[in-house]
């Protein structure tokens, strides 16, 4: 039986990297060809990312394909949501894009809500109020005359801006623009009542197209310089949390999924959205699926608070594996100090540490006392958010919630992976850890006729990679740990 490769273009917000993928025999084969760094960048007080550094990575890795002569099928780009860019109309990228972390849309969401009301804008668009979401990005930009937006003639989110250097083809996929809070998961289009109120012209977005459109090719110039073929460049499930959906192991649909990284992303996956007043008030979202599915979810503050105290345990010359993390996190007491991950302060603040001991001494909480403490503070925490957002989920789900999948880098973590199977009470299964970059290939795949759907991706994920079962345990421990959580969160 042939084989069939394709190149996954993967970008978080802290890193990017590529990997290919390749479909035999009803399996699906990894390797990870490159991995660098995406950091934003700090200029005059505003946040951007260096796009021009990730087509560049995204090159190498293209000519790292001609040289090993990997018989390329096509490429997909996936990468964060919200984020966007500027295209002049000679098809000039105008600056680099703005990031999410950007404070210039702190306290817009408010602003935005005296001119059309915050349940109005949810019942158009069913997203979870957050304020980097694209809309108040834009209502921002608008606000303060951001030269880039007042010279544009198209916007493109984050992986159709990739797509489009690689090709020079404008599109606007579905999945991902789904995130920006101005479409309407009814409808499948944008709201130009809420542009017309952000400062915006709909004309500014292409028509969304459905995961698996071809984009184009690769140009000739990038062709050339790689040493490849114009292969073409498909619009995978752009945004990195559907790719990841993609790839959940699942059997039958009474599922929920915990795609566990920077961001923890918790929800269910269902052929209609769910737009009422109890999922407006504990704030859930609709994003786009493949397949016409909606993801109905929530977003959590993920290992971003880990990530952001090794940082800073790193300038301060100590530096930890990931492994020793979760071990100095296992050996520390147990339950001593919670905190909401959610909280604001924990967005972007110069020391994480620092914003933890506050939270803790605000809420009559001991202060960590050693970088294990610190860990297992975040470790416990995130368990009992996410039994608190699937108790959100149970009620607000067409189905009855029987397992949670975790997916992602997060699922290798096994101390916080027994927490949440402990805090929610539920079996847990964890894998695929790359699931992001499974789902972008498998999307590819089905681009190219080789798979119906998404239930047939989902069997060859089960079949190809090693799944971890985890029993709940010590439940009445962790249920008086989850009462003494909200009691703190509602100080």
């Known amino acids: 039986m042939k084989k069939h490769t394709f190149l996954a273009i993967d970008l978080g917000a802290t890193s990017g990297r590529s990997v290919l993928i390749t479909l035999s025999h009803g399996k699906i084969e990894m390797q990870e060809l490159t991995r660098f760094p995406n950091n934003m960048l700090e200029l005059h007080g505003k946040y951007y990312w260096n796009i021009y550094a990730l087509y560049q990575y995204i090159k190498e890795a293209l000519t790292l394909c001609a040289e090993r002569k990997f018989p390329l099928e096509s490429m997909g780009v996936d990468t964060w949501g919200v984020d966007f860019g500027y295209i002049a109309p000679d098809g000039t990228l105008l600056g680099l894009p703005r990031a999410y972390r950007d404070p210039y849309t702190d306290g817009v969401p408010d602003e935005f809500f005296k001119k059309i009301s915050r349940d109005e804008v949810y019942r ?127 059997s039958n649909p009474n599922f929920a999924y915990l795609s566990s990284g920077t961001w923890s992303l918790m929800g269910i996956e269902t052929e209609h959205p769910i737009i009422n007043d109890k999922s407006c008030l504990f704030n859930f979202t609709n994003e786009g699926g493949i397949e016409g599915t909606t993801r109905f979810l929530k977003n959590i503050t993920g290992m971003w608070l880990v990530e952001q105290c090794r ?59 050693s970088h294990s403490q610190y860990l297992r503070c975040i470790f416990e925490s995130l368990a009992l958010r996410y039994r608190e957002v699937l108790d959100m989920l ?98």
């Open 124 to 250: 158009l668009t069913g997203i979870q109020v957050l304020n980097f979401n694209s809309l108040y990005q834009l209502y921002a930009a608008s606000r303060e005359q951001f030269a880039p937006l007042k010279s544009a003639a198209r916007i493109l989110f984050m992986p159709d801006l990739i797509s489009y250097l690689l090709t020079g083809v404008e599109v606007c996929e579905y999945t991902d623009a789904s995130t920006s809070q101005i479409l309407n998961p009814v409808t499948g289009c944008f709201e130009p009542s809420l542009l017309e109120v952000a400062g915006v012209s709909p004309t500014l977005f292409a028509n969304p197209v459905s995961s698996g459109t071809k984009v184009g090719s690769l140009t000739p110039a990038l062709a050339m310089e790689a040493g490849l073929p114009q292969i073409p460049v498909i619009a995978v499930a752009g945004h990195d949390t559907a790719s990841a959906v993609v790839a959940v192991p699942a």
């Open 311 to 369: 940082k800073e345990w790193e300038h301060q010359g100590h530096t930890y594996t990931y492994p020793q993390l979760v071990e100095m996190a296992t050996v520390a007491p147990s339950f001593i100090s919670v905190v909401n991950p959610d909280d604001s302060r924990f967005a972007n603040p110069r020391s994480m540490t620092l914003a933890i001991a506050d939270y803790c001494r605000d809420t009559g909480q001991p202060i960590p006392q």
């Open 394 to 491: 149970r009620e607000l789900a067409p189905f009855p919630i029987l397992q949670l999948h975790v997916i992602g880098g997060g699922s290798q973590n096994r101390l916080l992976n027994q927490f949440t199977a402990n805090a929610t009470g539920i079996p847990l299964i964890a894998g695929p850890a790359e699931a992001t970059a499974m789902g972008n290939g498998l999307v590819q795949a089905k681009a190219c006729g080789l798979v119906a759907d998404r239930w047939e991706m989902r069997r060859m994920v089960a079949a190809s990679v090693d799944l971890t079962d985890y029993t709940p345990c010590d439940t009445a421990l962790w249920q008086d740990a989850y009462e003494k959580y909200q009691r703190v969160i509602l100080k």
